[in-house]
């Protein structure tokens, strides 16, 4: 038997102020649409922004649904929007905020594990990395480099 370490490194911004002017209109068009979220059920809102390298940004908010398998996340919602919209199009960044209705979110809340996954598909899709920045509603903003930063053993179809 052996052992396999695996690393993940993020750059840590300790408040959206600092961020480069691009990203910080980014995660201001993620606040924003994490404000149109449809949360009824779990009151966990969060909003997505997207910039293609055609210029575009698109956005999308988590949309709940009574059939909870039904809802979808805004990752999802903005990466699924951008290709189906811009298909040739390349991500050239990502931002994530989100907030709960009833306690301070101040700690970065990252994709869940199948937003990472639709994630991932695109970087393969377009062969480079997209940059992903995420928040809470206020403090630090995390940097991933790479979605395989944050889901390191990629499902793949080289699997299939």
Do not use: H
């Amino acid at each position: 038997m052996k052992k396999i370490k695996i690393e993940s490194f993020l750059e840590v911004y300790p408040s959206m102020d600092i961020l480069p002017k691009t990203i910080f209109s980014l995660m201001e068009d993620a606040c924003e649409a994490r404000d149109s979220a449809y949360a009824p059920y779990s009151d966990f809102f969060v909003g997505a922004a997207i910039l293609l390298n055609n210029g575009e940004t698109i956005t999308g908010s988590n949309q709940e649904n009574a059939s909870y398998p039904s809802g979808l996340c805004a990752e999802r919602t903005a990466i699924y929007y951008a290709g189906a919209k811009f298909p040739q199009a390349q991500i050239t960044a990502m931002a994530i905020s989100a907030k709960a209705k009833d306690k301070p979110t101040t700690v970065p809340i990252p994709p869940c594990g199948a937003c990472r996954q639709a994630i991932a598909e695109y970087e393969i899709k377009q062969k480079s990395p997209i940059p992903i920045y995420f928040m809470g509603e206020e403090g630090e903003v995390w940097k991933s480099e790479s979605l395989e930063n944050l889901l390191p053993l990629l499902f793949t179809s080289k699997y299939l």
